[in-house]
């Protein structure tokens, strides 16, 4: 996904003169021939996240449209104040790209980790949030935000679907249920490991790789009376979303997805996977002790 950004990145930059980028350091190396060829629009702050969004806030105040690129700790959660401030309050949008994810950096410690990125951006209004399960999912997107002028979030990640399952965001059922089964809605990467988990299962699985906006509407026409949410970051960060497009009707939700609690651990991210119960045999047990009969 980092390489497919980078290439589909250096591409825009040369044919779209209103775009720029802004770095702390973070993959300045792989920028370095566009930074070469635009040295006016690829500006790299050092190691100075909050005013990496300061920059990118006052790019856009002046009609340019700016891609900024960190780890998503850095990006997201070191420099919350100023996208409030230096992005939302302004009224002006940017792309945000991250790496990293919730753990794919975990063999250099919790400063790497952010499962919490996409919560702090819910608290903001308005940001769209698109979560790839697969390099090939990177491309559109990115390219559909640089066009635009809103607040957009592109999540990228090690974790990789086996495929690519391009689209709009809305949710598409790849793994369909008897009548009234319960549905499973798997967020960007953890398609297959959720594949894996229900074999057997009479559920039906649906996908998303754009969590924000939330397809509601989708939503509704799938499920009955049952739904598990499993998200590659923080476990509930879309909970209210699926319960309030569901108010009006009867219905049981598990949230699955990080946990909450700092393990104090590094290891990788396949070992965090598995120690939130994010990997197949942890789902299976979350899954079948939640639609085993009462």
Do not use: C
């Not at 399960?133 to 990177?138: D, I, L, T, Y």
């Amino acid at each position: 996904m980092r390489e497919t950004f980078i290439d589909t990145t250096s591409t825009i930059l040369a044919e779209k003169p209103r775009t720029a980028l802004v770095l702390a350091d973070i993959s300045a190396a792989s920028f370095a021939p566009a930074a070469r060829r635009h040295p006016d629009r690829v500006l790299n702050v050092g190691i100075r996240e909050q005013l990496m969004i300061g920059v990118a806030g006052g790019l856009a105040l002046t009609g340019l449209r700016p891609i900024v690129h960190s780890y998503a700790t850095f990006l997201v959660d070191r420099a919350y104040e100023q996208i409030k401030l230096d992005l939302d309050h302004q009224g002006v949008g940017a792309v945000l790209v991250s790496v990293g994810a919730s753990y794919d950096g975990a063999s250099m410690g919790r400063t790497h980790m952010s499962p919490q990125d996409v919560a702090l951006l819910d608290t903001l209004d308005g940001w769209t949030v698109h979560v790839p399960g697969h390099a090939g999912e990177v491309a559109g997107p990115l390219h559909a935000a640089v066009g635009g002028d809103g607040a957009v979030y592109l999540r990228l990640s090690t974790q990789t679907n086996d495929r690519a399952r391009p689209g709009d965001g809305s949710l598409t059922v790849v793994r369909p249920g008897g009548p009234g089964a319960p549905l499973v809605i798997a967020v960007g990467p953890v398609l297959d490991e959720v594949l894996a988990a229900v074999a057997g299962l009479d559920v039906a699985v649906a996908y998303t790789n754009r969590p924000r906006p939330f397809d509601t509407a989708g939503l509704r026409a799938l499920t009955g009376t049952e739904v598990v949410l499993v998200e590659p970051y923080l476990a509930g960060t879309s909970s209210r979303l699926v319960d309030a497009a569901l108010a009006d009707r009867p219905h049981r939700l598990l949230s699955l997805g990080v946990g909450r609690d700092d393990l104090h651990r590094y290891g990788s991210a396949a070992d965090h996977a598995r120690w939130h119960g994010l990997d197949a045999a942890g789902l299976r047990r979350s899954i079948s002790a939640f639609l085993a009969p009462a």
